[in-house]
């Protein structure tokens, strides 16, 4: 399968997509930063995210875990995928990602990020305090997973055959 601009950035990219890239690298970029600090332990104390928040969750004790999964997750997962949306790159072992969906790796990966987003939002909002920042990033969780089937993003990042 081929896009029109293989591995560069097309010279338009619809609105739609540079929303869906910007919530994408604003999400990266800030969770990688409280993942960084969740597993640094700058967040054990009373200013972040005391420890006692933690007392009702299942089998996690420390931020260590959550902070993994922030920083990792949705924080390299966003900016790769982020990466992958601007640049288009053709990677072989992506393409169980492009078949069934008929549009580039990075649409699909679009979509799982804004629902795991928004599952991960759901849990903070059952076990913690609430916070603005949930419905900050609630906003950016629906928005990763609905833009993708703007007509005008499906139609920048679909595939075509050989």
């Known amino acids: 399968m081929t896009l029109a601009a293989t591995g560069t950035v097309r010279a338009h990219r619809p ?3 540079q929303i869906t890239e910007g919530l994408l690298i604003l999400l990266g970029v800030t969770a990688l930063a409280g993942g960084a600090a ?6 054990d104390g ?3 995210a005391p420890l006692e928040w933690l007392e009702g969750l299942p ?8 902070g993994l999964v922030l920083g990792i997750g949705f924080g390299l ?3 790769f995928v982020a990466y992958g ?10 393409s169980f990602l492009e078949r069934p969906s008929g549009h580039h790796w990075s649409w699909t990966a679009t979509i799982l990020i804004g629902l795991g987003h928004m599952v991960w939002i759901t849990l903070e909002l059952i076990y913690l305090p609430l916070s603005i920042l949930h419905f900050v ?7 990763l997973f609905t833009l993708p089937f703007i007509p005008s993003v499906r139609d920048h990042l679909r595939v075509g055959i050989r």
């Open 59 to 66: 089998l996690i004790n420390s931020w260590v875990v959550p």
């Open 137 to 143: 990033y609630g906003i950016v969780g629906i928005g």
């Open 77 to 79: 997962g966003s900016l």
């Open 46 to 48: 009373e200013t972040m």
């Open 15 to 17: 609105l739609g997509v």
């Open 38 to 43: 969740l597993v640094l332990g700058l967040g």
């Open 85 to 94: 949306m601007l640049r288009l790159p053709e990677w072989p072992w992506a």
